[in-house]
């Protein structure tokens, strides 16, 4: 069976921002029935808010996706990771985050462009390793790096930014 190409690309404009804002995590148990349009993108998520916001400190925040190809096998599956970047490590802190390591998770990472991306869309996401540290310097981070991870089935899809507000506790 051939796989048919439906499109090329075109370098385009320098109109685009590496980064990272904001991750918006929830109880993926919580996560209502996903809708997306013919494109692809996530155009609505039901149930009602239940998602905490986690702004991230300019320029120290990841969200990335590898794909995994097995030709042995032919398989294919598609890696995503993200690290948020916690400064000032806290008891408060400490208990979020064995929180987080517990459950199984929904998260939404909003880019330095505005756009929003559904990480672990069918089978949830875990934390997946976390460290904290205190530093040796002065200047050296005092917190937390939390590690995240999902392996899809599909890439992950854009999130209409009109729904957000609505997800958000």
Same mark, same amino acid.
């Given at each position: ?5 439906? *499109?090329g ?6 109109? $685009? ?7 918006? !995590?929830?109880?993926f148990?919580?996560? &209502? @029935?996903?809708t ?8 609505? !998520?039901? &149930? ?18 590898g794909?995994m190809?097995?030709r042995?096998? &032919? *398989? =294919? ?5 993200? @690290? ?5 490590? $806290? ?9 987080l @390591?517990?459950?199984?998770?929904? +998260?939404?990472?909003?880019d ?23 530093? *040796? ?7 937390? *790096? +939390? ?11 854009? =999130?209409? $930014?009109?729904?957000?507000?609505? +997800?958000?506790?």
């Open positions: 069976m051939a796989c048919a190409l439906t *499109t690309f075109q370098i385009g404009c320098n109109d $685009s921002s590496g980064g990272v804002v904001e991750f918006l !995590i929830g109880d148990g919580t996560l &209502g @029935a996903i997306q349009n013919a494109s692809g993108m996530v155009t609505a !998520i039901g &149930g009602s808010a239940f998602m905490y916001t986690y702004e991230a400190e300019k320029a120290t925040s990841t969200v990335n996706e794909i190809v097995n042995e096998n &032919g *398989t =294919v599956y598609y890696e995503q990771t993200a @690290a948020y970047i916690l400064n000032k490590a $806290s008891q408060d802190k400490r208990n979020e985050i064995k929180i @390591a517990q459950a199984l998770l929904t +998260l939404i990472v909003k330095k462009n505005g756009k929003y991306w559904l990480v672990g869309q069918a089978a949830g996401v875990r934390l997946d390793a976390s460290t904290a540290a205190w530093g *040796t310097a002065l200047a050296d981070r005092n917190g937390y *790096t +939390l590690n995240f991870k999902a392996e899809e089935v599909e890439p992950m899809p854009e =999130v209409d $930014s009109s729904i957000i507000a609505a +997800l958000i506790v």
